[in-house]
């Protein structure tokens, strides 16, 4: 059985860096790319950003390109997000995934393309 789990989530002032972690455990982590969706008040869960297997690629959503960096640590089955120049608009629950396309697809924007999720960890940011 795979398990996600996030953490890292807290309060944090505009404008300043903040980083999640996501640990797995079960499966074959290298196997499969890994995504981080997020979840505001009163909106849909949307798609954050995705490292490929390897951690040689990667893909972001426009709103946070150029601010967030995803990477990954097989070695230590731990998939990062570093949040840079945070905004009171990246305040969330995020969420830390598994693509299962085992790399047949990427990225993999779609929630529904994803088979695991972590429980999520919040992030409040205050301006």
């Known amino acids: 059985q795979v398990q996600l789990v996030e953490s890292g989530g807290g309060l944090v002032q505009a404008g300043g860096p903040w980083r999640l972690s996501c640990a797995a455990s079960?499966?074959?982590?290298?196997?499969?790319?890994m995504g981080w969706f997020r979840q505001a008040p009163r909106k849909e869960r949307e798609f954050v950003a995705e490292?490929?297997?390897?951690?040689?690629?990667?893909h972001y959503a426009d709103s946070v390109k150029g601010r967030f960096t995803i990477s990954r640590d097989n070695a230590k089955n731990t998939v990062y997000m570093q949040m840079n120049s945070l905004k009171p608009e990246d305040t969330a629950v995020y969420y830390c995934?598994?693509?299962?396309?085992?790399?047949?697809?990427?990225?993999?924007?779609?929630?529904?393309?994803?088979?695991?999720w972590g429980q999520g960890t919040q992030v409040t940011v205050s301006s």
């Open positions: 995934a598994r693509d299962y396309s085992s790399g047949r697809t990427f990225p993999a924007v779609r929630s529904g393309e994803y088979d695991y």
């Open positions: 490292v490929s297997r390897s951690g040689a690629r990667t």
């Open positions: 079960g499966g074959t982590f290298s196997s499969f790319g």
